[in-house]
């Protein structure tokens, strides 16, 4: 299903006057890894090649997530764990490690590993605090550009996690089936809240509990445009 998702996606950008010459400039910036922050790119979606290998399909749809977190439909937030994930068959030793998210967030693995809709929950027992970005960007002293964010303030609730590998389009359904999803991909220390803001509205007499979010530094990193 979601992979048919992803053909849709490809179909209605290459519909487009332009949509030829997006796609290209996607595929030359994941090339290239130094446009988008590769954390950013591996939470989007994560294959076991580089991102050259990826299918028109699935950098479409890394296009149109990437696009909805920049004009902030997809709000984010970090959450540190302190590693990245062991090979799935480590399922023990990936709960303990999952187990040092800081509280509100509470991560449970299926152990089985056989559930349809991800690897394992992640729910939030307390109102927490994302990024979102205004779409709006501002212009650092180099020259560079990075969108301006304003925290948006969301109601406990509990999205699908997916560990490790995963495609875009697999990020792309829980967003649209589920209202988002926790991605924690190989080789980081955060797991990576990614909420579509249209199923989790900002509250604003909400107040967000503490959490080990990302640093200013960090989401400049991340948010970076090339």
Known sequence: MHEEAADVILDDLLSGPEG?????????????????????V?????????????????????????VDVMG????????????????DRARAKNAARL???????????DMEQNGH????????????????STGLPYIEPDG?????????????????????????SVTYWHLRLHGGVA??????????LLLDTKRFPHNPGLVPAESR??????LARLSRIG
């Open 144 to 168: 560079s550009e990075l969108p301006l964010y304003i925290p948006t303030a969301v109601a406990p609730g509990s999205v699908p996690l997916e560990v490790g590998t995963s495609k875009a």
């Open 213 to 218: 979010a990302l640093t200013s530094e960090q």
């Open 72 to 87: 902030g439909r997809v709000a984010h937030v970090g959450i540190y764990v302190g590693g990245g994930p062991y090979a």
């Open 20 to 40: 030829g010459q997006i796609l290209r400039m996607f595929q030359r910036n994941l090339r290239a890894g130094d446009v988008y922050d590769p954390e950013l």
């Open 99 to 109: 187990s040092a998210a800081a509280s509100p967030f509470v991560a449970t693995l």
């Open 183 to 192: 991605r924690w991909p190989y080789g980081s220390n955060w797991i990576r």
């Open 42 to 66: 591996n939470a989007i979606g994560q294959e076991r090649g580089h991102p050259t290998s990826w299918t028109a399909a699935q950098v479409a749809t890394f296009g149109r997530i990437y």
């Open 117 to 132: 809709t991800g690897d394992g929950w992640l729910r939030w027992t307390e109102p927490i605090s994302l990024h979102k």
